[in-house]
């Protein structure tokens, strides 16, 4: 389940960084942005924050047998955090942008939703 998950929001989460928001990222962020991304807190976030989806996300909605469950709360988990992240930066950075926490926590919401709902349903295939 836990690789699965991993591999599933990885993928979307890296075409969505890599391919299509870098540009709108850069605009917005890129006077903060390092040279190049910082691969170990990258791989640690993601092992970490697939934990709490899991737990709070896919787990429950597998024991209620609920695509819609996982959806939802999938999405809630990641309105939740990715809020916590944008608005902590919206509060206490310089020129963080406004554009960038609508459109991140906005993101945050799709991909955990997103993920939480494709994990369920190839884990319902295999018959977890």
């Known amino acids: 389940m836990y690789i699965i998950t991993l591999i599933i929001f990885f993928a979307i989460d890296i075409i969505w ?15 903060i942005m390092g040279e190049k991304t910082n691969w170990i807190a990258a791989i640690v976030f993601y092992m970490v ?7 709070f996300a896919l787990n429950p909605a597998l024991q209620k047998d609920s695509l819609i469950y996982a959806a939802l709360v999938g999405g809630f988990f990641g309105l939740i955090t990715y809020a916590t992240y944008d608005m902590t930066n919206l509060a206490t950075l310089k020129d ?12 945050g919401t799709l991909l955990c939703s997103a993920t939480s709902s494709i994990s369920f349903i190839i884990l ?3 018959g977890v």
């Open 17 to 31: 960084l890599g391919f299509i928001a870098k540009d709108i990222y850069k605009e917005h962020l890129g006077f």
């Open 49 to 55: 924050y697939i934990i709490g989806l899991i737990f």
């Open 96 to 107: 963080w942008s406004i554009f960038i926490t609508a459109i991140d926590i906005t993101w």
């Open 124 to 126: 319902r295939a295999m």
